[in-house]
């Protein structure tokens, strides 16, 4: 079945350290996403790439980086930087301007 | 400041009646909105768009209304059934650079 798969799904790590989230997609799509949920808000948009080798700052890209060395995959990196990193981070994909975003399951980081 | 608001944080509706969920929206360049469903601990999934040359979309038991005179769009759903609790969330791009923008969500909650 094609989807989106991200790991883990709970995540916890102490502040300070450096965390990386996984994302991988096998839809063929060219554009993936990272999005920040917080209880009450929308989804904010963290960083996004069109095509492999290629990304683009969202608006909460602070603290945060990423990679895209493959079509599949776009892993994100919670730096220590990043003030509120406690979050439920969710990985997207799609193909087209105009059309829907495919979502993965989510992965929910805590930091103590 | 908010362009997509979904001023209503949680609707409850008696099961087999219609679901009614709003969305405002403050951007007149916006041309394309969707609606996505979410569970706890999962990634939002894909209901229903309209493009703004378009006053109506149908698909099964939900159908989404554009109003862009008054940059107002609901969803109704109907006839409203228990697997239909969950958050709702409306969002918005616009041709000049496709990026979603999102509401908070309505929790939705349907009672036997």
């Known amino acids: 079945d094609g989807g989106i798969t991200q790991s883990p799904k709970y995540l916890f790590r102490k502040e300070g350290q450096n965390v990386t989230l996984s994302c991988e997609q096998n839809l063929n799509h060219d554009a993936m996403y990272w999005y920040r949920q917080d209880p009450g808000q929308g989804l904010r948009l963290i960083y996004y790439s069109q095509i492999v080798n290629d990304f683009q700052k969202g608006d909460i890209a602070e603290g945060y980086s990423v990679s895209r060395e493959k079509k599949e995959s776009f892993p994100l990196t919670v730096t220590s930087a990043q003030k509120n990193p406690t979050a439920f981070y969710l990985c997207?994909?799609?193909?087209?301007?105009?059309?829907?975003?495919?979502f993965g399951n989510g992965t929910r980081l805590t930091v103590t | 400041d908010q362009q997509v608001k979904q001023n209503s944080p949680s609707l409850s509706v008696q099961e087999g009646r219609i679901s009614i969920l709003n969305c405002d929206y403050t951007?007149?360049?916006?041309?394309?909105f969707l609606w996505y469903k979410k569970y706890p601990a999962e990634g939002p999934t894909f209901l229903i768009s309209?493009?703004?040359i378009k006053d109506k979309n149908e698909d099964g038991r939900f159908t989404v209304f554009l109003n862009k005179s008054a940059k107002h769009l609901s969803l109704h759903i109907v006839p409203s059934q228990p697997g239909d609790s969950a958050v709702y969330f409306c969002?918005?791009?616009?041709?000049?650079?496709?990026?979603?923008?999102w509401g908070a969500g309505t929790k939705l909650i349907i009672k036997p």
């Open positions: 309209i493009s703004s």
């Open positions: 997207a994909s799609k193909q087209g301007h105009n059309s829907p975003l495919h």
């Open positions: 969002a918005a791009s616009a041709k000049s650079n496709y990026q979603l923008i």
């Open positions: 951007n007149s360049m916006f041309d394309y």
